[in-house]
């Protein structure tokens, strides 16, 4: 029996990867449905490659854009809706890859449906941790990281729920980004395209330049908190500049066991499809005569500022995730558009954490509400900066 799939955010570089994946293994898994914002031509090729029967299309205008152009490419069967959450309940496994906060619907439907949702969209869980846990009881609901380091850890506990009397502690390794070994007064001037240039990994803009800013290793501390339930004085970060090593895991006895592969996200994909079982298909074996040195150092935590800023939030816990998460998306966003430095990003984000009294969100309404005031801070913050 093939693992049906639906497939959130689908013209990204995890759903890409996604689409490679399940392609690749047709008697295994198939993709029944796909979302997208509003790159329909892109989606349109994805619904032609996967076969996929429905189509949600997040922006208004291009829906009618996606109908047309399925209409012209003789898939006028396919139904071209606005949200795939409904559809979440019809397949086995949902991939949300959607990127940043706009994740949250499809990460609630999918656990709330019972259905196994393998995550990749990081700022779901992040933002909404009081809310999402309990949905992960859920009878049938499963929760598989597609973040690399989280599908590491999970790949070295063997489970989703560790022992929490055998673990020590969890390492999370960080490729340092663009920028590592830099002053911040090297990186007064960082334009667009540094930030832009990863050096292990090709992914989207937004999580590109959290790399850039260490903001991602940050919200990958609480995803770990959230996703395993240790502690955050027992979640270290380490700086791994190969991305070999994908994460670790220490126990009681100073045994450590680490998650090691190519850097290669189509291996954590399939992992989380084909849990509890291995995917088939390698994506790149690690050449061990050639891979040269691993190497670890700690991160400069005064000059990429946005990683302490992050757990922080997470220590502060409530609503403080969400509010940071929202604040760094309208920073991030202000310096892809050229109206604010890199630098400054963690300047806006820290403002914001400042000046927020932390509330618990109860439901999926208080988180978008925290949501919404993380932006409007954020959005003053940034005006002000540029004034
Ligand atoms: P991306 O920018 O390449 O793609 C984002 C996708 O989301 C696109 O398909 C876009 O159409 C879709 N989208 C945007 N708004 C939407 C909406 N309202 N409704 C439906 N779809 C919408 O991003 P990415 O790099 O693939 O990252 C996706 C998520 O995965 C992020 O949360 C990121 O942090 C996480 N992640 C990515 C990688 C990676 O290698 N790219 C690694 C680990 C985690
Ligand atoms: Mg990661």
Same mark, same amino acid.
């Given at each position: 029996?093939?693992?049906?799939?639906?497939?959130?955010?689908?013209?990204?570089?995890?759903?890409?990867?996604?689409?490679?994946?399940?392609?690749?293994?047709?008697?295994?898994?198939?993709?029944?449905?796909?979302?997208?914002?509003?790159?329909?031509?892109?989606?349109?090729?994805?619904?032609?490659?996967?076969?996929?029967?429905?189509?949600?299309?997040?922006?208004?205008?291009?829906?009618?854009?996606?109908?047309?152009?399925?209409?012209?490419?003789?898939?006028?069967?396919?139904?071209?809706?606005?949200?795939?959450?409904?559809?979440?309940?019809?397949?086995?496994?949902?991939?949300?890859?959607?990127?940043?906060?706009?994740?949250?619907?499809?990460?609630?439907?999918?656990?709330?449906?019972?259905?196994?949702?393998?995550?990749?969209?990081?700022?779901?869980?992040?933002?909404?941790?009081?809310?999402?846990?309990?949905?992960?009881?859920?009878?049938?609901?499963?929760?598989? !990281?597609?973040?690399?380091?989280?599908?590491?850890?999970?790949?070295?506990?063997?489970?989703?729920? !560790?022992?929490?009397?055998?673990?020590?502690?969890?390492?999370?390794?960080?490729?340092?980004?663009?920028?590592?070994?830099?002053?911040?007064?090297?990186?007064?001037?960082?334009?667009?395209?540094?930030?832009?240039?990863?050096?292990?990994?090709?992914?989207?803009?937004?999580?590109?330049?959290?790399?850039?800013?260490?903001?991602?290793?940050?919200?990958?501390?609480?995803?770990?908190?959230?996703?395993?339930?240790?502690?955050?004085?027992?979640?270290?970060?380490?700086?791994? !500049?190969?991305?070999?090593?994908?994460?670790?895991?220490?126990?009681?006895?100073?045994?450590?066991?680490?998650?090691?592969?190519?850097?290669?996200?189509?291996?954590?994909?399939?992992?989380?499809?084909?849990?509890?079982?291995?995917?088939?298909? !390698?994506?790149?074996?690690?050449?061990?005569?050639?891979?040269?040195?691993?190497?670890?150092?700690?991160?400069?935590?005064?000059?990429?500022?946005?990683?302490?800023?992050?757990?922080?939030?997470?220590?502060?816990?409530?609503?403080?995730?969400?509010?940071?998460?929202?604040?760094?998306?309208?920073?991030?966003?202000?310096?892809?558009?050229?109206?604010?430095?890199?630098?400054?990003?963690?300047?806006?984000?820290?403002?914001?954490?400042?000046?927020?009294?932390?509330?618990?969100?109860?439901?999926?309404?208080?988180?978008?509400?925290?949501?919404?005031?993380?932006?409007?801070?954020?959005?003053?913050?940034?005006?002000?900066?540029?004034?």
């Amino acid at each position: 029996m093939t693992v049906s799939v639906a497939l959130a955010g689908c013209t990204g570089s995890i759903g890409r990867q996604t689409v490679e994946v399940v392609t690749a293994d047709p008697d295994r898994f198939r993709i029944d449905a796909v979302s997208v914002g509003s790159s329909v031509a892109d989606a349109v090729q994805v619904v032609a490659t996967t076969g996929a029967r429905v189509l949600a299309v997040a922006d208004e205008a291009a829906r009618s854009t996606a109908r047309d152009m399925l209409n012209d490419a003789g898939m006028g069967h396919v139904e071209v809706v606005d949200d795939l959450a409904p559809v979440c309940s019809e397949v086995d496994v949902v991939v949300n890859a959607v990127v940043g906060f706009a994740g949250l619907d499809i990460t609630v439907a999918t656990l709330a449906a019972g259905r196994r949702l393998a995550l990749a969209n990081k700022e779901s869980l992040i933002a909404a941790g009081p809310v999402v846990q309990p949905l992960r009881s859920t009878p049938g609901a499963e929760l598989i !990281p597609v973040d690399s380091e989280h599908s590491a850890l999970h790949q070295c506990l063997r489970s989703g729920t !560790p022992d929490a009397g055998e673990v020590e502690r969890l390492i999370l390794t960080a490729s340092g980004g663009p920028f590592r070994g830099r002053t911040l007064d090297e990186l007064a001037q960082v334009r667009r395209e540094d930030a832009l240039a990863h050096p292990t990994w090709a992914m989207g803009p937004k999580i590109t330049v959290d790399s850039s800013t260490l903001m991602n290793k940050g919200l990958e501390v609480i995803e770990a908190h959230e996703l395993f339930a240790v502690p955050y004085d027992r979640i270290d970060v380490v700086v791994h !500049p190969q991305s070999v090593v994908h994460s670790m895991v220490e126990f009681t006895d100073a045994s450590t066991i680490a998650q090691l592969s190519m850097p290669d996200m189509r291996l954590p994909i399939a992992y989380a499809l084909a849990w509890p079982q291995r995917g088939g298909t !390698p994506f790149g074996r690690i050449d061990w005569a050639t891979v040269g040195s691993l190497t670890f150092e700690g991160p400069d935590r005064a000059t990429f500022r946005c990683l302490d800023l992050a757990i922080a939030a997470g220590r502060m816990g409530g609503d403080a995730p969400a509010v940071l998460s929202a604040a760094n998306e309208v920073a991030v966003e202000a310096f892809l558009d050229g109206r604010l430095g890199w630098a400054a990003i963690s300047d806006v984000v820290s403002r914001v954490l400042d000046a927020h009294d932390v509330a618990v969100p109860g439901t999926v309404g208080d988180v978008i509400d925290a949501d919404r005031r993380g932006r409007i801070a954020a959005a003053a913050v940034v005006a002000q900066m540029a004034a």
